[in-house]
């Protein structure tokens, strides 16, 4: 099958190569001259026609893709994203459009005719000045723009956020909630140990007991509440990407990141909004990351009301508690091995979802 | 091209005064032995063709890769026998590893960028251009000029063998971030592969610094009588800015690389900091990955100009002398260049800006990046202008230059949107910027090479390629270029992720399953349109019509004036001393329309 397909490829080729070859001695013979006239003008015609079939096919594609973009922000600061790009679109798209059509125009108005003759025109400082200008005076709003929401984006959040951690690692997502004590505990990279301690909770601080983590990379927010990301990475750097609330930020071993947004419209509310009952808020990795880098997939729950929020957090078990509290009868199957890395007494290592 | 008798001409530096090995001495005029004329030739012109053909290979190679991965993008769940065939292992049952797809992914980048548009594309056209456009014998060293192409090949043979190592290729990305690209057991293409790719790029520094410090010599130092800096070509003037910018830039990316060396093999922490992989918590503390995205897009950025430039210099000239129409703005145009010189070097931090920098720091880019936007515009407008009013020829370079104003029109502008923190938040790492720098580098870019190729040919061998072949490799390329491109923009704004090996399993983006098949069926067509061009390229320089005239364009400037099969030397005689500058396309008095820059001022004409 591939040799027949590149049998088939070859002989194309040749086919074209040899019209291609046959077409250059036909034009010696009708004579150079005319022969470079007639082309002239059929590219001039071409380009033309590009520039109209391209209008049209700008159009189509717009038809045809725009029902496929994000639906509104789910998040209150996200809608200023979706202010400003549509001000620059606004602005690039003027441009755009004003100078393909003359670039176009242009090559097809001048093509080389018997009786043109090309006008010497090598200079204008009134132009150059003006279009220096009006782009930078164009910049500059666009900039101020950019600039005040950039202040907004990166502002400290407020102080009823929630607090949420996030860590990556390839290649999944680790969330940590701060628990009844709304306080994260310390984490320390040498006690991790991917058998009971994924993130390498401290568990000589207090706060790190009521923490509850979630290794199915399930963040849960309440609409209304601004939450508060604390990112960072166990092992390269990753990307915590959420497109519906118009966000990201890198996740880098060795430092902490964050970003706060307040999420205003639920996972309930979205379902409807978009028509679709399989509708769910995701997290994406957003910088390469390795062979997984596509499947760390995370999700966000955006709870109705606050009550929803807490019976959520009510039926978590906290870290601690399942790998370091005291030893609860067996559930389900445990693992034989003994837990290893935090030095500290007996745990019995039970296998977490 | 045959020793010939070099006549005394006015030639002060004689090219082999720097030599040590003086392989080819000028004073004795015997045929120098194949190997030092063929092969380590310290010709201008031939190296250039070594640095073209070189190029093209990678470029096929190139986009060979780009091929294979959007196979797999277009049908994720479609197995293609094919791959097997040329890939082996790395696509059981005719399915790309994953593995694999991220290796091929960043080879194909590292290829285009480096090795075919930097080298491929500054190395062929600075080499052939600036000698015959300055007038000058040669360049500055031709000694340091044969060893920056060997240094290239050298690069070449490290990346080539990069591919077929047993654990394969770099894979985390062209732009290699540790902690990914320093831990060997983050990712298999960490491993052997990523070692040869430093050592690659490191050599590709090398022959480009060699390069760069030759052609800034040259144009200063030898630039032929009355040929002053006001004078010159815009294309000598970009490939000018092109070299500075290499020489600052390169050695901040190798210093890069060094230390990305030491924390691979010799335990250093420059990049890492408290990392727990494969069971184990690692030694390293302190280091900060951040700083190697602050080494590498130190050289990044500018290295997205050094790509641009020479197109933009060589577009310059392609519009003019096929419009019979000087440049509008020629000192404007100088200007502009200078400013995107300047500001190239102040942007880096615009690709890093959800790095979690100071927002102080990410706004002062904001504004720097924003800033660069208005040259940029200044060109377009000064392109535009160029050909109104002209007289239009539509030769196969010219419609490459026109499609190259297109495509930089459309492309740029949508860097506008990035360059902005605000947007770039979301927009950042999704498939909008993969539209926008493959609309600038990946098709402007290749148009200002192509458009280069096309018009400079018979300079290259004497012949023209077949222009037939090359309309359809126009058309077939600029239309499926804006196919595969334009939609690109809105995956990205929907917020679908770059260097993703397949979207399936994602409510929020398998929405583009159909547009990625689409996007694929135009990617292998215009693949095999590049293949006309390359059967084409070489067939005419055996096949192709030949040059009957010295100076078939109608070009005003000094590589018209050289016999048409290139002597070493350049001119039989002396050097054209130059009257005038590089664009005047008007009346001769004698019926033409244009006056070239070595014919003397008319009685009562002002000089330029």
Redesign the interface.
């Known amino acids: 099958?591939?040799l027949t397909?590149f049998a088939l490829?070859a002989l194309f080729?040749i086919i074209?190569?040899q019209?291609?070859?046959a077409?250059?001695y036909a034009?010696l013979l009708r004579g150079e001259e005319k022969v470079?006239a007639q082309?002239?003008r059929v590219?001039?015609w071409?380009?033309l026609s590009?520039f109209i079939l391209?209008v049209w096919?700008?159009w189509q594609?717009n038809d045809a893709?725009?029902g496929?973009?994000?639906p509104e922000s789910a998040s209150k600061q996200g809608v200023?994203?979706d202010n400003?790009?549509a001000i620059?679109l606004l602005?690039?798209g003027i441009?755009?459009f004003a100078?393909?059509a003359?670039?176009?125009w242009?090559?097809f108005r001048?093509?080389?005719?018997e009786t043109?003759?090309?006008?010497?025109?090598?200079?204008?400082n009134k132009?150059?000045l003006l279009?220096?200008t009006v782009?930078?005076i164009v910049?500059a709003i666009?900039?101020a723009?950019?600039?005040k929401?950039?202040?907004a984006?990166?502002s400290t959040a407020p102080s009823n956020a929630q607090v949420v951690e996030i860590i990556g690692?390839?290649f999944n997502w680790l969330i940590r909630y701060p628990g009844a004590d709304g306080e994260l505990g310390k984490r320390n990279?040498?006690l991790?140990n991917?058998a009971n301690n994924v993130l390498?909770l401290d568990t000589n601080d207090k706060h790190n007991h009521d923490d509850i983590v979630n290794q199915s990379g399930e963040l849960h927010l309440v609409k209304g509440t601004p939450v508060k990301l604390i990112?960072g990475s166990?092992?390269?750097?990753h990307?915590v990407?959420l497109?519906?609330f118009?966000?990201?930020?890198?996740a880098?071993?060795?430092?902490?990141?964050?970003i706060w947004f307040t999420p205003s419209i639920s996972t309930r509310e979205m379902k409807e909004k978009t028509n679709n009952p399989?509708?769910?808020y995701?997290i994406?990795?957003?910088?390469?990351?390795?062979?997984?880098?596509?499947?760390m997939?995370g999700t966000v729950i955006v709870h109705d009301t606050q009550a929803e929020l807490d019976a959520w957090f009510k039926a978590q078990t906290p870290d601690y508690v399942t790998n370091f509290g005291p030893k609860t009868p067996v559930k389900d199957t445990a693992s034989a091995k003994p837990a290893a890395g935090s030095g500290k007494d007996t745990a019995k290592t039970i296998s977490m979802k | 091209m045959s020793h010939g008798h070099m006549a005394h001409a006015d030639h002060h530096v004689h090219p082999n005064d720097l030599d040590h090995h003086g392989a080819h001495d000028g004073h004795d005029h015997h045929e120098p032995h194949f190997i030092f004329k063929y092969i380590f030739s310290q010709d201008h012109k031939y190296i250039a063709k070594q640095f073209l053909v070189t190029g093209i290979i990678w470029a096929i190679i190139g986009a060979l890769f780009s091929v294979f991965f959007r196979l797999q993008l277009g049908w994720p769940d479609k197995t293609f026998p094919i791959l097997e065939t040329f890939l082996g292992d790395w696509a059981k049952g005719g399915k790309l590893s994953p593995e694999f797809y991220y290796a091929l992914v960043t080879m194909h980048g590292t290829i285009l960028v480096f090795f075919v548009l930097t080298a491929g594309l500054s190395g062929t056209f600075a080499n052939l251009l600036i000698p015959l456009q300055v007038g000058a014998r040669d360049m500055a060293s031709p000694f340091m000029n044969m060893l920056s192409y060997w240094f290239f090949f050298a690069a070449s043979i490290f990346m080539f063998v990069s591919l077929f190592v047993q654990t394969g290729p770099a894979a985390g990305g062209w732009t290699t971030y540790p902690p990914l690209s320093a831990l060997k057991e983050a990712s298999l293409g960490s491993g052997v592969g990523m070692d040869l790719w430093i050592v690659g790029m490191a050599l590709f520094v090398v022959s480009s610094l060699l390069g760069g410090l030759n052609y800034v010599s040259t144009v200063l130092n030898m630039r032929t009588k009355g040929m002053s800096m006001t004078r010159l070509p815009l294309t000598v003037w970009a490939l000018f800015f092109t070299a500075t910018l290499g020489i600052l830039s390169f050695p901040v990316l190798f210093s890069g690389f060094v230390l990305l060396i030491f924390d691979r093999s010799f335990g250093t922490s420059f990049y890492l900091s408290e990392i727990f992989i494969n069971g184990h918590a690692l030694p390293h503390v302190g280091g900060s990955a951040i700083l190697y995205q602050h080494l590498f897009w130190f050289l990044g950025h500018p290295e997205v100009y050094i790509i641009m430039l020479p197109g933009m210099g060589m577009a310059s000239e392609i519009l003019s002398t096929n419009s019979r129409k000087p440049i509008f703005g020629y000192f404007a145009m100088i200007i502009s260049l200078i400013g995107i010189t300047v500001l190239a070097f102040l942007v880096w931090a615009h690709h890093m800006f959800v790095t979690g920098m100071s927002p102080f720091l990410g706004s002062i880019f904001v504004l720097l990046t924003l800033l660069i936007a208005v040259p940029s515009a200044v060109k377009v407008f000064n392109w535009l202008t160029t050909i109104w009013r002209g007289n239009i020829r539509f030769t196969v370079g010219m419609l490459f230059a026109i499609g190259f104003v297109s495509l930089f029109i459309s492309g740029g502008l949508t860097g506008l949107f990035l360059g902005n923190s605000a947007l770039d938040i979301q927009l950042h790492d999704t498939y909008f910027v993969v539209a926008h720098f493959h609309i600038v580098m990946g098709v402007s870019a290749f148009f200002g090479m192509f458009a280069g190729i096309y018009h400079w040919y018979p300079k290259f061998y004497g012949r023209f390629m077949n222009n037939t072949l090359g309309y359809i490799h126009f058309w077939i390329t600029f239309v499926g270029a804006y196919l595969i491109f334009w939609p690109m923009h809105y995956e990205g704004i929907a917020g679908m992720p770059r260097r993703y090996y397949d979207y399936s399993a994602w409510e929020s983006f398998k929405q583009f399953v159909s547009l990625n098949e689409f996007i694929s069926i135009v990617v292998i067509i215009v693949f095999f349109a590049q293949l006309l061009f390359v059967v084409n390229f070489f067939t005419s320089i055996w096949k192709g019509r030949k040059m009957t005239n010295q100076n078939p364009w109608g070009g005003t400037t000094l590589e018209w004036t050289t016999p048409i099969r290139g002597i070493h030397g350049n001119w039989p005689g002396e050097i054209p001393t130059v009257y005038r500058w590089a664009y005047d396309y008007k009346d001769d008095g004698n019926g033409g329309d244009f006056v070239a820059q070595n014919i003397p001022l008319r009685e009562g004409e002002e000089g330029h």
């Open positions: 099958m591939s397909i490829v080729f074209v190569y019209i291609a070859k077409s250059e034009g470079k082309t002239n590219m001039a071409l380009l590009f391209g096919g700008i594609c893709l725009i496929r973009m994000l200023n994203y400003m790009f620059t602005a690039t441009v755009f100078t393909q003359l670039l176009f242009f090559a001048y093509q080389s005719t043109r003759t090309a006008f010497y025109y090598p200079h204008n132009l150059e279009w220096t782009p930078a910049m666009l900039v723009i950019g600039l929401n950039w202040y984006i990166t690692k390839q990279f040498r991790i991917d390498g990112i166990r092992d390269v750097i990307d990407g497109p519906h118009r966000y990201k930020m890198d880098v071993p060795g430092i902490t990141t964050s399989n509708f769910v995701e994406s990795c957003d910088q390469m990351c390795g062979k997984g880098h596509y499947s997939r």
